[in-house]
């Protein structure tokens, strides 16, 4: 059964502060994906991680990929309140995207 | 370049009655997605079309759910009769066929009383 996991399922953090999200995929995933999806919007594509040990970085966030353990992490650093959001990661095995349950994170002031 | 869009945005109807939502995907797009998201979790698949061919729809309740891709552009996800169990946000989602990424329309949150 393909399996994504992800933890923690909720996270508050203070504006500052720096912590990782991570994600278990139980597949040989062919690629995997990170998004962000703000309260009843739908989801933004952040990164997209196509080999092991890739690594990707957009401001805040940086995302990694080790194939070989079967994690992908979200790093967030010096989190801000624009960072609130729930996040996802997918894995694409198979032509199918298969989701996370997603991290709900909201930075406090 | 426009995005994916999807009608309506929002649905209520009463438990029983029948409901449609509709998907017009970004131009050139060939595949397209359709998605169900429960409260709280990630999405879940519920059927791939490549052009107008439904290549993976193993996870559709076919006693009640139905979707076609008329001339391999447009989509509709229909349901008939609507349950309790059915309220969720539906999305779509589209790409090309060789593309990494896929884009996600705002979706339609239905809610069945």
């Known amino acids: 059964e393909l399996k994504v996991e992800q933890n923690p399922l909720f996270l508050s953090m203070q504006e500052g502060k720096n912590y990782t999200i991570y994600c278990n995929y139980s597949?040989?995933?062919?690629?995997l994906y990170w998004y962000r999806q703000d309260p009843g919007k739908s989801l933004e594509s952040l990164f997209v991680?196509?080999?092991?040990?890739a690594v990707k970085q957009e401001g805040r966030l940086m995302a990694s990929l080790d194939t070989k353990a079967r994690l992908s992490t979200l790093h967030i650093t010096a989190a801000v309140h624009d960072l609130s959001a729930t996040y996802f990661c997918?894995?694409?095995?198979?032509?199918?995207?298969?989701f996370g349950t997603g991290t709900s994170l909201t930075v406090i002031p | 370049e426009a995005g994916v869009v999807q009608s309506p945005r929002y649905k209520i109807i009463e438990k029983k009655q029948p409901v449609a939502f509709w998907c017009n995907p970004i131009?050139?797009?060939?595949?397209l997605y359709w998605y169900r998201q429960n409260l709280g979790q990630g999405p879940e698949l519920l059927i791939r079309?490549?052009?107008?061919?439904?290549?993976?729809d193993s996870q559709l309740p076919k006693d009640r759910f139905s979707a076609e891709r008329l001339k391999g552009v447009d989509s509709t996800l229909k349901i008939q009769p609507a349950e309790l169990g059915d309220s969720a946000v539906y999305l779509c989602?589209?790409?090309?066929?060789?593309?990494?990424?896929?884009?996600f329309g705002p979706g339609t949150r239905l809610t069945v009383t």
């Open positions: 991680l196509l080999s092991n040990g």
């Open positions: 989602a589209s790409q090309y066929t060789s593309g990494i990424e896929q884009y």
């Open positions: 131009s050139g797009h060939n595949t």
């Open positions: 997918a894995d694409f095995t198979g032509n199918q995207f298969y």
């Open positions: 597949t040989t995933s062919d690629r």
């Open positions: 079309y490549e052009n107008e061919e439904a290549v993976d």
